[in-house]
């Protein structure tokens, strides 16, 4: 598999651009997309991490890496189209399951509120943002619609949301149709195949190999 | 006149003759940083660009409306942008048909900066559309910034999408001499005008040439334009 810590490969060695996760919490992780850009090879990370929380930050050394199965050529744009994303969406991007297809307007990048557009979260963002330039990660349709705990985290997410002040009704469009869950290991584990798209069985099989990684490391950052 | 002439204009800073460039696909340095006014243009004109009266009128009156060096942009740097295009504009409409020139223009996202065009009739429109459209872009891959060559080609495409003109993103993919750029800006070309696909005829065959030119050139790899078909 192509998951590297920091320690074993610096973030300067992506190509043009990669796949973060990092552990959060408690069984939650946190995802996002390293790239790079003309500043001395300076890496960033863009992610979502949480409602109207878009972030373009220095990556901390508790994530590891995923190289994803693309040409440096086809990252590069990757890189471009998420730097469009973070620029054209300042104000953030909802909190949300919607699937991540077709979610940023086609001509000025923003995120789209359509009838089922409700928001993303950090791992559809990922999706999403691979989407638009033009690279596929999942074959979406092969994600199983619920998965013991998803509701128990469906709940968890919903509660907080309220806690921090998000208005009711986004919170109870988010209950009434959460959909199958992306989670951010299936998606580390979709770039971590050796091609793209990935189906789910794959996906999940890498993914929880990068999970053990992850916790073998035990780093878990205090916030995302 | 002779040649195409390029006004690079940008927002946040008055305009100097520095960024007046002379045929702009092989000349792009210009030594004299003097802030470029209707005064400045003038005296460059008699000294350096003789003979150019239809530049000299097109500049002149758009100077009149650019700020001096004694006046900073400031905040008013993105409506002082907008004003010397729609000053632009005028002097396209007025002109047109009978000068023996023509005016181009790409303006960027969020009005931060323009390329503007003097362009003798005798040029092709559209291929000379097409190099000032790339001419700054290809600048910045030749400098090894590839990641800020992008980023303005996506602006700039997106920037017409926005505006709904697909004939002239459509005529620029028909027109663009792809042998020029890099493969690495193909790619961004063929990425950035992927959403608009169905409103863009001449992607098809764009994606074609842009398939053989980089098998020709030795950089095809599997799966590099996956996703991006037409």
Known sequence: MRVYSPQERPFTEIR???????????????????????????????????????????????????????????????????????????????????????????????????????????????????????????????????????????????????????????????RKNPGARYRPEDVAGCAAADKVPSAFELANTLGLQILQKLLALNKPLESS | MNEPLMLSARANRPFTLKDLWRDTARDTTTPDERPLNRQVLVSAGRQQQAGKEDYLIVLSWLCACIPSGEEEAGEDAENNLRILLREFRTIKRHYRPSSNWWLIEWPDANWQSADLMVVPARFPREETRSVAFFEPIIRLDRQGRIHSALDLLYDRIDHYLREARFSDVDSLLAHTDIASLSTSVIVGLLTATLPAKSKLPSRANLFKAAEALIRKRGEWEDNLLTGLEP
């Open chain 1, 16 to 174: 043009n651009a990669a796949v973060a996760i990092a552990l959060i919490g408690t069984g939650q992780q946190h995802l996002g997309i390293l790239f790079k850009t003309d500043l001395g090879g300076e890496v960033k990370l863009g992610d979502l991490a949480w409602h109207h929380d878009l972030r373009e930050r220095n990556p901390k050394e508790h994530y590891l890496w995923i190289d994803p199965p693309i040409s440096p050529i086809r990252a590069l744009q990757v890189a471009v189209r998420c730097r469009q994303v973070l620029k054209a969406n300042q104000t953030g991007i909802p909190y949300g399951f919607s699937p991540p297809n077709d979610c940023f307007d086609q001509e000025t990048a923003r995120f789209l509120l359509g009838t089922s557009g409700v928001g993303l979260t950090c791992a559809t963002f990922v999706l999403a943002v691979f989407q638009s330039a033009g690279v596929k990660l999942a074959i979406l349709n092969t994600w199983p619609e619920k998965r013991a705990g998803d509701e128990k985290w469906v709940d968890s997410i919903c509660e907080s949301l309220l806690k921090d002040g998000v208005p009711a009704e986004h919170v109870e469009a988010l």
